[in-house]
């Protein structure tokens, strides 16, 4: 297992080193010339002559990409050409925001998808557990922007009861908590449902085991049955995907944030992208990737650590 | 004794061979016609293939069939609500939604279509070599860790920002985005079939790599790589209509399922039907793509499951 450990933590640099080359190369892959493409059609050549100068885009590839690592390395990820601010300036206002909203969606997914799981389960086979199979399986095909704007009508239109964007203030606050609700619902939904799912069919497993039986046959209530019996075994998987789940619930955000003009990181992206400020999309999209990256190793050496039945080849 | 049976005793050897190689075909047909029966008995899979079959000559047929041209303005029936007049209702600017809908099918399904079509041919290339070279093993899945590296879409919205909108870009985006997937699984499969007794046996009688890798290692890859391909054609429409919704992708006026939604998104209070109908209909074809992978992964190889 410390061999695994070590591995993991030696390609750490390898990959971080392959995703900043292809952060890197975001800019260089713009068809023509991409200060041109900046500036505008029209700009006059002076203006894409000084976005060349102000990018570097006039240096041969390793030279600017020997730059642009350094720099990187020292926290500088440029300055951005729509805001004038640091990159790392307006990703540090807008990274608390997505950790607010991915931690919210983490929390609210097991405490819907367990019970409803542990209910299916209680029930197999009968319409109750089909029926919440089947919106278990809408959950998980349904475009997450059709699932954003759908809670957005029903509870912020129809029954407006929740605002239907913006952000409300820090999550102690009564507006801060009614502006998350609808984001962090939506992109909690498809973990919910695949998790559901997860925890019906590994309680099932348990349900069948030899133990199970006697706890029955022993005359103990059913409600135990499935709490002490089956959900306490069953929970171990379940968990194991949760913590894959953050990893992806990050990639989750760029579309809800959008959606709900929620002032993360990922809206930020696609503010960027549209607005053509290269450096600004660079910056965003390389902190989503490390943040994956650190996540996903997490969750991984936490596992390692935690469950000696997983082995590593 | 009839002519094959004496020839075979005799030992003549070049119809000998001709006759184990109709042999052969005869096992293969038998088993093509099991294969096909038992997908026919798998109801889901027929009923996605049936939508699918729909969905694609609708497309086809779209300014043949549409009521009306996609293009068609009628301010003056804007936001109509579903009548006779306009099956689906109309939009902002009073185009029949149906017609578009028809038409913009085009665009989604061709982007599913042709993104798994580059990811299936360059993933897989990319497995077999990493599967079989153990040399380049190491440099091919370092590089498929770094593209796994960004989650979900982004990738694919990173491309896109570099290469622009557009119907190209975006099917080359996905199809980037979707490589990792088709390499691991290739490779995985290759790294198995190498170590098998018939791959051996090639080497042994002297087969060359290529001649090794066409005649035993790609025939035995083809059925779950297909049934993987049909479960990523669903994701690539998905991916493709969220690119597109987040104004990344097709721009409007093309009716793309996901810039159709993505312009509804400013009327969803008055006029729900506007947003309502292109997203059913990104939703019926990734459900029918889902259970005909399904189906597939059932008929072709029922060892692989999720």
């Known amino acids: 297992m410390t061999q695994y450990i070590v591995r993991r933590l030696l390609l750490l640099p390898i990959i971080l080193l392959g995703v900043s080359v292809l952060v890197f190369m975001v800019i260089h892959l713009v068809p023509g010339n991409p200060a041109q493409v900046i500036a505008g059609p029209d700009a006059p050549p002076e203006t894409v002559k000084a976005i060349e100068l102000q990018l570097g885009l006039d240096d041969p590839l390793p030279v600017q990409y020997w730059r642009y690592l350094t720099r990187v390395l020292h926290g500088d990820l440029g300055r951005s050409l729509t805001s004038k601010r640091p990159v790392i300036a307006d990703i540090m206002d807008a990274l608390p925001k997505t950790i607010e909203l991915t931690l919210a969606a983490a929390v609210i997914t097991p405490i819907i998808a367990i019970p409803l799981g542990v209910a299916a389960a209680a029930r197999r086979g009968k319409p109750s557990d089909s029926g919440l199979m ?33 952000y409300g203030g820090p999550l102690w606050t009564l507006s801060g908590l009614r502006s998350i609700t609808l984001p962090a619902l939506t992109l909690a939904i498809g973990s919910v449902a695949a998790m559901a799912r997860l925890t019906r069919s590994a309680m099932l497993d348990v349900l069948s085991q030899d133990y199970v039986r006697t706890a029955r046959a022993k005359g103990l209530r059913e409600w135990r049955v499935l709490m002490g019996h089956g959900l306490k075994n069953a929970l171990l998987p379940v968990i194991t995907v949760l913590g894959l789940q953050v990893a992806y619930l990050l990639s989750g955000a760029v579309v809800t944030e959008t959606v709900f003009a929620w002032p993360g990181v990922g809206r930020l992206a696609v503010y960027a992208i549209q607005a053509r400020d290269f450096p600004l999309v660079q910056g965003t999209v390389l902190v989503i990737a490390l943040l994956f990256v650190v996540v996903n190793l997490a969750v991984d050496l936490v596992y390692a650590v935690i469950d000696p039945r997983i082995h590593y080849g | ?41 798998n109801r889901p899979g027929v009923a996605g293939l049936a939508v699918i079959a729909i969905l694609v000559l609708l497309a086809i047929l779209s300014t043949r069939i549409a009521p009306y041209d996609w293009q068609a303005q009628d301010i003056a029936h804007r936001f109509a609500s579903p009548s006779l007049s306009h099956l689906l ?70 491309i896109v920002a570099a290469l622009g909108p557009g119907l190209i870009n975006v099917i080359v985006a996905i199809g980037i985005n979707e490589i990792p997937g088709f390499t691991r699984i290739t490779r995985s499969l290759v790294l198995s079939l190498r170590e098998r007794e018939f791959v051996t046996a090639a080497t042994l009688i002297g087969g060359s790599d290529a001649y090794i890798v066409r005649r035993h290692v790609l025939v035995n890859l083809v059925s779950p790589i ?60 990734v459900v029918a793509f889902n259970l005909l992978g399904d189906a597939l992964r059932d008929t072709l190889d029922p060892t692989i499951r999720d």
């Open chain 1, 134 to 166: 089947l919106v278990s399986m809408l959950g998980i095909t349904a475009p997450v922007f059709a699932i954003a704007l759908g809670l957005m009508w029903v509870f912020g239109y129809k029954l407006r009861v929740f605002p239907i964007s913006g």
């Open chain 2, 1 to 41: 004794m009839d002519d094959t049976a004496r020839q075979r005793a005799s030992g003549s050897a070049p119809s000998a061979l001709a006759q184990r190689r109709d042999d052969l075909s005869e096992i293969e047909r038998a088993g093509r016609h099991r294969l096909l029966r038992r997908f026919l008995h």
């Open chain 2, 89 to 158: 209702g109309t939009d902002e600017l009073g185009r029949d939604i149906f017609s578009r809908i028809l038409y913009g099918g085009r665009y989604s399904l061709t982007i599913g279509f042709a993104a798994v079509g580059v990811s299936f041919v360059v993933g897989t290339l990319l497995g077999t070599v990493a599967g079989y070279y153990r040399r380049v093993d190491g440099v091919v899945m370092r590089l498929i860790d770094i593209m796994m590296a960004f989650p979900g879409i982004l990738l694919a919205i990173a």
């Open chain 2, 226 to 285: 297909i049934v993987f391909a049909s479960l990523r054609i669903s994701t690539a429409v998905l991916v493709g209509a969220t690119l597109s919704f987040l104004g990344l992708g097709i721009q409007p006026p093309v009716p793309e399922w996901g810039a159709m939604v993505s312009t509804a998104r400013a009327y969803i209070s008055i006029a729900p039907h506007t947003f309502l109908f292109p997203t059913l209909a990104i939703f019926v074809t």
